[in-house]
C-alpha cells in the first residue's frame, strides 16, 4: 500500500517519468479495466502510454482518445448482439449460451462481425493518431504462431487497419473466427503475451499501471526492471465469455474498488470498505469481540477445557490471530460472504454491520432445527460456509451442553467466530 501511495504521490506532484497503463486480454471481463480507468480519472494520474491485449487492445484504444464517456457506455449498454453474430436462443441461461460456444468452435469459432462494427462506430481513427499518447497491441498470425506487434508509429503508416489489426488481437480463437487481414490470419495477442509489459518499456515506460484480468494467456516476465503495480480482481464476476450489462457493470464497480484500494484510498480485500471504516469498526467492537471470544475458551469445567483449549490453539494456528485486527477484519469480510451481501459495492461499517444483522434476521426456527436434525445424522458437508450454521452457533452459546459446543467450533471455526461477532453487534 505504501507503495502505491508512493507512486500516486509522485504522479500528482508533477513527476517526468512516463507512466504507462497496460492492459491484458480477458474478454468480457474487459469491463473491470473500464472501473480501473474510473479510478485513475478520479485520482487525476495521466498516462503516457498504453498497451494491450485482446480486450486490453480495444480498451486502450478508447484510452488513447481519451473516450471514457464512451468507452462507459458500451460496457453498460453491452449485450450479445454487439458482438456475435449468432443469435443467442436463451440469454438467460449460462448454460445454452455455453453450449453455443461449444458449438462455435467445432465450427471455427464464431463470428464477429457484430463486435467489428461495435468497435468501428467508436473508434475515431483521426482523434487515435493526433493524440500524444503512445500505444502498442500484440495478436499473433496463424498457423505460424509468429507475434505481431503493432505500435502507433507502425499503425499510423496504415491508419485504414487499425481496426483489422485491433480485431485480430482480440480474435479469441477458438471461440472466435480468426481474423484475415490481407492474405494473412490472426488470432488473439495472449497466445504470445496476453500482458504486453515489455511492449511499454520499449516504448520508454518507467512506471506501469499493469491490469490483469487473470485470464487464459501466456505472460511475459519483464525483460527490464521497472516501477510496476497489478491491479488484478479479487472477486468473480462471471466466464469471460458472457457479454452481459448486468455482468459488465458489476466489473466496472470491481475494477473501481480494487484499484482505489490499491492506491489507498479504500480498503478491505474482497469487501469494498470507506477509508478507515474497519478501523472504525475495530475500534468500536473489536474490545468486545475478543472479550467475548475468551469467555469462549476459557472455561473451568475441567471437562469441557481441553476442547476449548484446542479451539483457542486453532484459532492461533489457522486464522492468524496474533494480529487481532486482520484477523476480526478476515472474519467480518468472512460473515459478508456468508450472509451473500454484494461484494461490488462500498461500504461504511455500520452499513454493512447493518446489512449482515438484517440477513440474520431472516433465518428462522426451522433453520435451528433442520441444522440440528442435520448434525444428529452427520450430515456435517451441508452446513460448511452456510449461514444457517452461524445462526445455530449463534442460538446454542446459551445451551449448557458446552461439550458439544466446543466440538462443533472445533470443526466450523469461522462460523464460530462469525456468530460470535453476531453477539457482539446485535444488542
Not at 195 to 214: C, S, T
Not at 353 to 375: A, C, H, M, R, T
Not at 406 to 426: G, N, W
Request: glycine share 6%; charged share 25%; hydrophobic share 40%.
Amino acid at each position: 500500500m505504501l507503495y502505491a501511495f508512493s507512486f500516486l504521490w509522485y504522479n500528482l506532484n508533477g513527476d517526468s517519468m512516463k507512466v504507462a497503463v497496460v492492459l491484458s486480454g480477458g474478454g468480457s471481463k474487459g469491463s473491470y479495466q473500464i472501473g480501473v480507468w474510473k479510478a485513475l480519472r478520479k485520482l487525476h494520474i495521466k498516462y503516457d502510454i498504453v498497451t494491450g491485449t485482446s480486450i486490453g487492445a480495444l480498451n486502450g484504444a478508447l484510452m488513447v482518445q481519451k473516450d471514457y464517456d464512451v468507452a462507459y457506455r458500451l460496457w453498460t449498454h453491452l449485450s450479445y448482439d454487439k458482438v456475435l453474430d449468432d443469435k443467442i436462443v436463451d440469454e438467460e441461461s449460462k448454460v445454452e449460451v455455453l453450449k453455443q460456444y461449444t458449438k462455435g468452435v467445432i465450427n471455427g469459432g464464431l463470428s464477429v462481425n457484430a463486435l467489428e462494427k461495435t468497435i468501428a462506430d467508436r473508434l475515431n481513427v483521426k482523434k487515435f493518431f493526433r493524440s500524444k499518447i503512445d500505444y502498442a497491441l500484440i495478436t499473433v498470425k496463424f498457423p505460424s504462431l509468429k507475434p505481431i506487434i503493432k505500435y502507433k508509429h507502425d499503425l499510423k503508416e496504415e491508419p485504414d487497419k487499425l481496426k483489422d489489426y485491433l480485431m485480430a488481437s482480440a480474435s479469441c480463437f477458438p471461440a472466435f473466427k480468426q481474423k484475415q487481414i490481407g492474405s494473412e490470419n490472426y488470432i488473439d495477442g495472449g497466445y504470445y503475451d496476453n500482458l504486453p509489459i515489455n511492449q511499454a518499456i520499449d516504448l520508454g515506460a518507467e512506471k506501469i499501471i499493469a491490469v490483469d484480468l487473470n485470464e487464459v494467456g501466456i505472460v511475459k516476465k519483464p525483460r527490464k526492471k521497472v516501477d510496476i503495480i497489478y491491479i488484478k480482481p479479487h472477486n468473480y464476476f462471471g466466464s469471460f465469455l458472457l457479454f452481459e450489462a448486468t455482468l459488465a457493470k458489476r466489473g466496472i464497480r470491481l475494477g473501481y474498488n480494487d484499484a482505489m484500494k490499491t492506491f489507498n484510498k479504500l480498503d478491505g480485500t474482497n469487501y469494498t470498505f470507506k477509508k478507515n471504516h474497519l478501523k472504525k469498526n475495530y475500534r468500536r467492537y473489536g474490545k468486545k469481540y475478543y472479550q467475548l471470544l475468551d469467555d469462549f475458551v476459557l472455561v473451568d469445567d475441567v471437562k469441557n477445557k481441553l476442547h476449548a483449549k484446542l479451539f483457542e490453539f486453532m484459532l492461533n494456528k489457522r486464522l492468524a490471530n496474533k494480529n487481532k485486527e486482520l484477523a476480526f477484519n478476515r472474519m467480518l469480510e468472512n460473515i459478508g460472504n456468508y450472509f451473500k451481501i454484494d461484494d461490488s459495492y462500498i461500504y461504511s461499517y455500520r452499513k454493512f454491520n447493518y446489512l449482515i444483522i438484517k440477513e440474520f434476521k431472516k433465518i428462522g426456527p426451522n433453520s435451528y432445527n433442520q441444522v440440528d436434525e442435520q448434525i444428529k445424522l452427520n450430515k456435517l458437508k451441508l452446513l460448511f460456509n452456510s449461514p444457517e450454521m452461524v445462526y445455530y452457533l449463534y442460538q446454542t452459546f446459551d445451551n449448557l451442553d458446552r461439550k458439544n459446543i466446543y466440538r462443533l467450533a472445533l470443526l466450523f471455526p469461522r462460523e464460530t467466530l462469525a456468530a460470535i461477532y453476531l453477539k457482539t453487534i446485535i444488542k
